[in-house]
C-alpha cells in the first residue's frame, strides 16, 4: 500500500513562502494533486498533476514534484490561506487507489 | 456553475444500513466519473468508492469492499452509495467528488459537494 507524508504543521508569518512536502517512494513518477480545506468548509483543488492550477486559484500557488518529495509552494501567504492541504495520488495496487496524504496545518501567524 | 448536494446521513446503530445520495447540476453529469470521500471526526481525507461515467468500472477501498456499494443514475444526474453492516469506524463525513475525466482511474477530484454526516453508534 502506498503510503504519502506530510508535516502535520507549518507556521507561516503573512508575506512570506510557505512550502508544503508530501513524501513518498518514487512520488516523481506520479501525478499529485493539491487540497486547501478551511475549518467546516469541503476540500478545494488547489494544484492538479504536480504543477497545474485550476482556474479561480491565484498564482501565488504552484506546485513540483521530483524524485521522493513533492512540494506544494505558497508565495506572499496571506491570513486567507490559513487551512489544512492534503497531497493525493493515484495508485493501483494500494488498498485504497486513491491515497491522501495525513495533511497540513498551516497556520499564519 | 457544479453543484453537489449530498443527502441521506443519520445516526445509525452498528450493524445497519443506510444509503447517501448526490444531487450533481451544473455540469454533463453522464460524462464524468464520480466518487465518494469520507474524513473522520477530525481526521483526514479517506477515498471510499468511485464509479466511471457509464458505471462499466467501479472500484472501492479495502475498507469497505462487501459492505458499502456505488451506483449511479445518469437519467437524475444522481450519485449513491448504499452502506451496509456499519460500523463505528464508518463514522465521517461523506463528500460526493466529481471526477476530472469519465474514467474511474487516475482522477483527480475537481469539485466536492458539502458532505453529509453518517455516525455509527448504538
Known amino acids: 500500500s502506498y503510503v504519502l507524508t506530510q508535516p502535520p504543521s507549518v507556521s507561516v508569518a503573512p508575506g512570506e513562502t510557505a512550502r508544503i512536502t508530501c513524501g513518498g517512494i518514487?512520488?516523481?513518477?506520479?501525478?499529485v494533486h493539491w487540497y486547501q480545506q478551511k475549518p467546516g468548509q469541503a476540500p478545494l483543488l488547489v494544484i492538479f498533476?504536480?504543477?497545474d492550477r485550476p482556474s479561480g486559484i491565484p498564482e501565488r500557488f504552484s506546485g513540483s514534484n521530483s524524485g521522493n518529495t513533492a512540494t506544494l509552494t505558497i508565495s506572499r501567504v496571506e491570513a486567507g490561506d490559513e487551512a489544512d492541504y492534503f497531497c493525493?495520488?493515484?495508485?493501483?495496487?494500494?488498498?485504497?487507489?486513491?491515497?491522501f496524504g495525513p495533511g497540513t496545518k498551516v497556520t499564519v501567524l | 456553475e457544479v453543484q453537489l448536494v449530498e443527502s441521506g446521513g443519520d445516526l445509525v446503530q452498528p450493524g445497519r444500513s443506510l444509503r447517501l445520495s448526490c444531487a450533481a447540476s451544473?455540469?454533463?453529469?453522464?460524462?464524468?466519473?464520480m466518487h465518494w470521500v469520507r474524513q473522520g471526526p477530525g481526521k483526514g481525507l479517506e477515498w471510499v468508492a468511485g464509479?466511471?461515467?457509464?458505471?462499466?468500472?467501479?472500484d472501492y477501498a479495502d475498507s469497505v469492499k462487501g459492505r458499502f456499494t456505488i451506483s449511479r443514475d445518469n437519467a437524475k444526474n444522481s450519485l449513491y452509495l448504499q452502506l451496509s453492516s456499519l460500523r463505528a469506524e464508518d463514522t465521517a463525513l461523506y463528500y460526493c467528488?466529481?471526477?476530472?475525466?469519465?474514467?474511474?482511474?487516475?482522477?483527480?477530484?475537481?469539485?466536492w459537494g458539502q458532505g453529509t454526516l453518517v455516525t455509527v453508534s448504538s
Open positions: 467528488a466529481k471526477g476530472h475525466s469519465g474514467a474511474c482511474q487516475r482522477n483527480y477530484f475537481d469539485n
Open positions: 451544473g455540469f454533463t453529469y453522464d460524462d464524468y466519473a
Open positions: 464509479v466511471s461515467w457509464n458505471s462499466d468500472y467501479i
Open positions: 518514487n512520488i516523481g513518477d506520479y501525478s
Open positions: 498533476y504536480d504543477t
Open positions: 493525493q495520488v493515484w495508485d493501483s495496487s494500494s488498498d485504497h487507489s486513491y491515497v
